[in-house]
């Protein structure tokens, strides 16, 4: 691990809700459910989803495209597109997000939460220094004059692993390579010392040495400033590299969810247990696949029962098929949606 | 479509020797994008060329198409030195190395049908004589990638992205080719479906006896289906052996360190294991630097690194590596007082 | 599933049944169409029968759109003028289209030298104020219809050289294209197959938008003398004449303006409804509407 100048003092912190029970999430949502209006009818993008993170751990949420992952946290932060229908309830730090009027909703999305999406060129302004951009929310949500929030910036950029921030901090953002760009990004959505960081594949644009230096990246920030981490991806081995507690998502709902350790080590929905097997390792060298057929159900166009079922190796039984499988525990923490808890074969 | 028998293996397929393609920059030093790479594939085999973004995996395979002009070296294809060929002739050279690209979505034409793509190559290299017999082959080659005939009269914004892959592998089947090369065919694919086209990928090199570069950053994929890899950084080959070599002892530090950075999906493995994490950013290709390529974010880099350019020397039988201290760099990195590297 | 016409023309053509605004501008362009061959046997009276005794008369069940200072029936002549109108706007954009079409592609494939000599020869005419060009032309040619359609060609083929080139750059970096060329297809296919539809949406557009500008520059190079010669109607032509009696007679200037303003709107409406209806991945204009908006 590099040598880092140490903790970044934690200035301004007017304006944030007092010191929270340690033990209260710092992002809930219970029973999520978005539906968007499209050309070819509704599509239900997220259906009944609960999950929670607490400050200092990583939640990873894991899908295909279409599953919902992305969705869900667009949703329970406010950022659904116009045309989603939102329900269900969200906490951000014990205040119900769903029944406030956007403006405070976004005051309270800017100063608590910071995102890192995929494409950090993107996430960027071309025309604007990195350093400009990461004190742009430490002026906005802090309330620090321009020079305050250039320090806070250097020390920001020093703090992402940027070499010679101060330097740094007056380039361009095409003048980074893409990993760097990414730590840039980090930056600006710690900018604001938020208590919730929320990554969306933030390494699947990157190479794997550089997602490497990311996964440590964020890893060192939350144990140091305690940040909560909701991380979305596809990459099964980025999350047990990064996670606590993990959320399988498949054609819109959470098909198994637990402990990391718990879900890696004893997968319970035959989805899961697929996507393990699927993954090209060593034993399987010079042999088939056990690749799972066909391909994830459009939002659009989703089975009755288990979303699933049309896919699935072990094909329960009709009422699989026509009947949506509860989500029920098969240890402390560890849930699975399905009709036969504990059965390998089903 | 079987391979011949008189051909026995380790008959070379294609070859580039000492190629080097550079990309001119106005008003700057050229783009070293592959600088000094010879490799060599053998018929019906996979050979796998590894490396991240900026290493030139890319452009080699796009070399062996020419379908970039190289700026020094030789490119042969079938014994033959294709390296000077005219334009018109190489249109013969790209029946013979066929091509599928990492997104199945832009390769093809939105405004074609899938059988109008995967019919392309025999209108293109006259392999049917009609039309009812395009139509027939088109059928047989979309049965063969696992599709229902039918879906030639779709459009690919109907198919979905494992299913559009497919007519990707179909029209490079369709000119019967000696070699295909393979760029990211699982990249951009649902993880649910990639092990679909790597087991398509394997199983139609068994029945039809297709040789393929595999070019890809997974190296979890390319250990899986590769009979030799290639590992590339920086516009050169740095290590080429057996999966189980690399995988198992490599002799490079570039590839102990690429290997040690790919996740492994066990959180126990995760939490204990000590990752060579290396430090800063692959150089500029417009300027590398002087001596091993790799040295300014080598782990084990010693000073004489900066002045002699490495050549790949045997390690073990079949291994070769491009590094002076090869083995012995690796067994430093890997010790447990060495593992967490110099720093910054 | 085969059978369901798909990206076709034809089915372009029955997804533009289902969009009003493209109805009712194809209608306009086929009654045009109609005027345009038939309007000699449509009208009432002779388009250059003189009536000293009926000048500038306003609308009448007699004559519906009044007569001119000639005592001409307005009505008669707008119906004429609509087949100057139509010539003089497809074969004037023909030209462009063909030309800037063909400079735009060699310039956009080939690049290097090529496009530099193509283009700055396209930057040339197109710095060229549009009358000066049309008067050049005129002095090599002398006046006449066929001096405004070459003129008026002339004057368009570098903004469809400069659209085709841009499609041209944009579509040659698509990884289907690599592909084509990959697979061993020759330029003239690759270009024929695979670049042209894919740039066929902002050229049609660019052809509707012409086309109305082309009536519109008629009629300016008609009135200036170049165009089409007196005694046969233009509608630019009568427009002009119409000037001087604005106050007395505005029945000289709305309709052949009119006309104008329907036969513009009637291209810009077809054209909008084609491009959305031409891209493959939507399926009726309606759909595109809704998706876009």
Partial sequence: ?????????????????????????????????????????????????????????????????????????????????????????????????????EPRRRRLRGRHVGFVFQDPMTSLNPVLTVGRQVSEGCEEHLGMTRRQARERAVELLDLVGIPSPRRRADAYPHQFSGGMRQRVV???????????????????????????????????????????????????GVVAGVADTVAVMYGGRIVEQGPVDAVFAAPSHPYTRALLAARPDPAHRGRELPAIQGAPPSPLDLPAGCAFWPRCPVRGDARCEHELPPLVPVAPGHRVRTFYPGREDA | M??????????????????????????????????????????????????????????????????????????????????????????????????????????????????????????????????????????????????????????????????RQRVGIARALAGEPDLIVLDEPIASLDLSVQAQIMNLLRGLQRDLGLTYLFIAHDLAAVEHLSDRVAVMYLGRIVETGTPEQLYGEPAHPYTAALLSAIPVADPRVERHRRRIILSGDVPSPADPPSGCRFRTRCPQARPDCAEVDPALVEVAAGQRAACRYAGEAVRAMRAPTAGEGPGR | MSGHPDGTPRRALSALRHDPPAVAGTVVLLLLLVVGVAGRWLAPAGVNDVDVDGMLRPPSPDHPFGTDELGRDVLSRVLVAARVSLEVGLVSVGIALLVGVTVGLLAGWYRGW????????????????????????????????????????????????????????????????????????????????????????????????????????EAALSFLGLGIQPPDPAWGRMLYDGRGFVTEAWWLGVFPGAAIFLTVLAFNLVGDALRDVLDPRQLTVGEARRSRA
């Fill in chain 3, 114 to 217: 090529v496009d530099n000599v193509l283009m700055r020869g396209m930057d040339v005419l197109f710095a060229f104020p549009v009358l000066l060009l049309a008067v050049a032309i005129v002095a090599v040619l002398g006046p006449g219809l066929l001096t405004a359609m070459v003129a008026i060609g002339v004057v368009y083929t570098p903004i469809f050289a400069r659209v085709t080139r841009a499609g041209v750059l944009s579509v040659r970096e698509q990884v289907f294209v690599r592909a084509a060329v990959s697979i061993g297809a020759s330029d003239a296919r690759i270009v024929r197959r695979h670049v042209l539809p894919n740039i066929a949406a902002p050229l049609i557009v660019q052809t509707s938008l012409s086309l109305a500008f082309a009536i519109l520059s």
């Fill in chain 1, 1 to 101: 691990m590099r040598e880092r100048s140490g903790r970044p003092t934690r200035p301004g912190h007017a304006g944030a809700p007092a010191r929270r029970d340690p033990a209260e999430p710092v992002l809930a949502i219970e029973d999520l459910t978005v539906t968007i209006g499209t050309r070819r009818g509704p599509a239900r993008a997220v259906a009944g989803v609960d999950w929670s993170v607490r400050a200092g751990q990583t939640l990873a949420l894991v899908g295909e495209s279409g599953s919902g992952k992305s969705m869900t946290v667009l949703a329970a932060t406010g950022l659904a597109p116009r045309a989603a229908r939102v329900t269900g309830r969200v906490r951000l730090l014990g205040e119900e997000l769903t029944v406030l009027p």
């Fill in chain 1, 186 to 236: 980090i930056a600006m959505a710690l900018s604001c010392e938020p208590d919730l960081l929320i990554a969306d594949e933030p390494t699947t644009a990157l190479d794997v040495t550089t997602q490497a230096q990311i996964v440590e990246l964020v890893a060192d920030l939350r144990r140091r400033l305690g940040t909560a981490v909701v991380w979305i991806t596809h990459d099964l």
């Fill in chain 2, 2 to 163: 079987t391979a011949d028998a008189a051909i026995g293996p380790g008959e070379t397929v294609a070859e580039l020797a000492d190629l080097k393609v550079w990309f001119p920059v106005p008003g700057g030093a050229p783009v070293r994008a592959v600088d000094g790479v010879s490799l060599r594939v053998r018929r019906g085999e996979t050979l796998g060329l590894v490396g991240e973004s900026g290493s030139g995996k890319s452009t080699t395979g796009l070399a062996l198409l020419r379908l970039v002009d190289p700026t020094a070296g030789v490119v042969r294809v079938d014994g033959q030195d294709v390296t000077r060929w005219s334009r018109r002739r190489l249109r013969g050279l790209r029946r013979r190395v066929a091509m599928v690209f990492q997104d199945p979505q832009a390769s093809l034409d939105p405004r074609r049908t899938i059988g109008a793509s995967v019919a392309e190559p025999l209108v293109v290299h006259r392999l049917a004589d009609t039309a009812a017999a395009r139509r027939r082959r088109v059928a047989e080659l979309l049965e063969m990638v696992g599709l229902r005939a039918d879906l030639a009269d779709r459009h690919p914004h109907e198919l979905s992205g494992g299913q």
